[in-house]
């Protein structure tokens, strides 16, 4: 059974109750979370408190750089241990897993080097007076996690506030926190001071909301559903409390007849496919100049129908969906495809090994989704990609930004001057041209615009969203 981590010790749930964890690859449960609730939320917030107050507000920066320096050591000695526990617990193939480890590894060590680089700067003013800003930690920062990609979310989010002399309490995903509950323990062996991490798992609309609504957390870093992220916002804002969102995307890959289509066609399958589709960056609209559109969904088509889908250890191209009521999500989107009409290209296999009572999808590409549709606006979370064509540059740009999301663009043309306009005119957070990050790039700032959230994680620019900005003016004559 697996404790919450408060204070560097495991501690059960004042509820006495649990979860079963499931894994997704045969839907039978293997394990048991606790169901926490406010009580045990209070006990994290105020061991970090205790924390921040008695040992960690006088950690110099350097110092902290060494604490993740030697946290990223540690997740590497122990990456395969921990892309395993991932791999069950989310059902994600051996090559993500792993990649998974790989990169929580390197946001520990992006912002190990990043901590005593972070400084304010000093001002003109009156004369006699010298002003200068200095760049505060909030203090104890609050991280709801989602159960995509625990690790890497852990590490973005984690790693940027404890970088800027923060220190954390975690509620991970209810169906994915086994990892975050191993990294926390890590941290205490490598001299991470009792409270500076802390981990409460349980459903969201229990610990979740009580992390949200507690006064003693001084700003939120949500990255979840659209759904969830205004309950988020709507319960800080009653006490002012700063947010950053990571919320969905129905991210548009854009394909002018003049692309690399050797280049462009993995990179369009596999950000549709990678994590069975359950990225918030998935590549999941495919907008084709009307020009190259039927060579290219013949050729893509021929690519879908060579993609494997089975347990995660199996480590084919595609694992299982998170859940069955995710399975379920996307059933529905796909019958309401075939009630539109909306013809389907193509679909990858289910391998016989799959246990029936696991959670999987063939993944799926669809062609002539209209605009309108919920499958050409809506986040499915699976693997099911919708092609649309376009007639010219401005016609791509209206299809582009035809929904409520805007987080990441992939753009595919050899032109030099369209590669410009296009990144200027796509509303979206990050742009990708001639190749395909989904969000890639612990050193690259990302977040989104419109619905997809807004504030900026990862690289070095997260850690501004991580500080507070103090403004000191000294009158010396
Ligand atoms: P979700 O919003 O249901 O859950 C996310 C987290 O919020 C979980 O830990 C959950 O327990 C918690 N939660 C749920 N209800 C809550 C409440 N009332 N108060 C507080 N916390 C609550 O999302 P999900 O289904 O876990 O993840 C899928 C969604 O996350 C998709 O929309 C996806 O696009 C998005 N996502 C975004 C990013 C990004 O960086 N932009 C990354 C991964 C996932």
Redesign the pocket.
């Known amino acids: 059974m697996q404790l919450n981590y408060i204070a560097n010790a495991s501690v059960r749930s004042s509820s006495g109750k649990t979860l079963p964890v499931i894994d997704p690859s045969d839907g039978q449960p293997f394990d048991e979370i606790q169901r926490s609730n406010a009580q045990d939320i209070d006990q994290a917030v105020q061991a970090a408190h205790d924390c921040l107050n008695t040992v960690w507000h006088k950690v110099t920066a350097a110092e902290r750089g060494r604490l993740l320096m030697a946290l990223s050591r540690k997740i590497a000695e122990h990456a395969d241990e921990l892309a395993a526990i991932e791999q069950r617990d989310c059902g994600k193939p051996t090559k993500q897993a792993k990649a998974d480890a790989a990169a929580l590894v390197r946001y520990f060590e992006f912002y190990a080097g990043a901590c005593d680089k972070l400084h304010g700067e000093t001002l003109p003013y009156l004369d006699g007076y010298s002003v200068m800003t200095w760049r505060e930690p909030h203090g104890v920062t609050g991280h ?6 625990p690790m890497q ?1 852990f590490g973005r989010s984690v790693g940027g506030a404890l970088a800027a002399g923060n220190v954390c309490v975690v ?5 994915a926190c086994l990892s975050l509950i191993r990294v926390a323990q890590l941290a205490a062996e490598v001299g991470f001071p009792a409270g500076a991490i802390n981990i409460v798992t349980g ?3 229990e ?3 009580a ?2 609504r507690h006064r003693g957390i001084h700003h939120i870093s ?8 205004t ?2 916002q709507q ?1 800080a804002a009653e006490r002012h409390c700063p947010v950053t969102l ?4 129905k991210s548009p890959q854009i394909v002018f007849s003049d692309a690399d289509l050797e280049q462009a066609i993995p990179a369009l399958v596999n950000a549709i496919v990678q994590n069975a589709g ?4 998935a590549g999941s609209r495919l907008l084709i100049d009307q020009q190259i559109y039927e060579p290219l969904l013949e050729r893509l088509g021929q690519a879908f129908e060579k993609l494997r889908v089975g347990p995660a250890t199996l480590d084919l191209d595609v694992g299982p969906l998170i859940r069955q009521t ?1 399975q379920q999500r996307v059933w529905d989107f796909l019958s309401d495809a075939q009630v539109a009409g909306i013809p389907m290209v193509a679909q990858g296999q289910i391998v016989d090994e799959a246990p029936d009572t696991g959670f999987y999808q063939a993944p799926t590409l669809l062609r002539d989704v209209p605009v309108k549709h919920r499958l050409a606006q809506e ?1 499915v ?1 699976g693997p099911v990609l919708c092609a649309m064509s376009f007639r010219d540059e401005d016609h791509a740009v209206e299809l582009a930004n035809a929904t409520q999301f805007g ?1 990441v663009a992939g753009i595919w043309t050899r032109d030099g001057g369209r590669q410009f306009r296009m990144a200027k005119r796509v509303q979206s957070g990050q742009v990708f041209i001639n190749n395909y990050g989904a ?1 890639g790039g612990v050193e690259l700032p ?3 615009v419109k619905s ?2 807004y504030g900026r ?1 990862k690289g070095f620019e997260a850690l501004y969203g991580f500080t507070t900005l103090k403004t000191v003016a000294i009158r010396h004559g």
């Open positions: 709801i996690i989602p159960w995509n990609y979310i509620k991970p995903a209810e169906d459903y969201g609309h610990v979740g909301d992390l949200a949500f990255t979840g559903s659209p759904t969830v992220g309950l988020i319960v990571e919320l969905g995307g359950q990225t918030c960056s995710q986040e979370f987080l969000g990302f977040g989104g997809s959230g994680e």
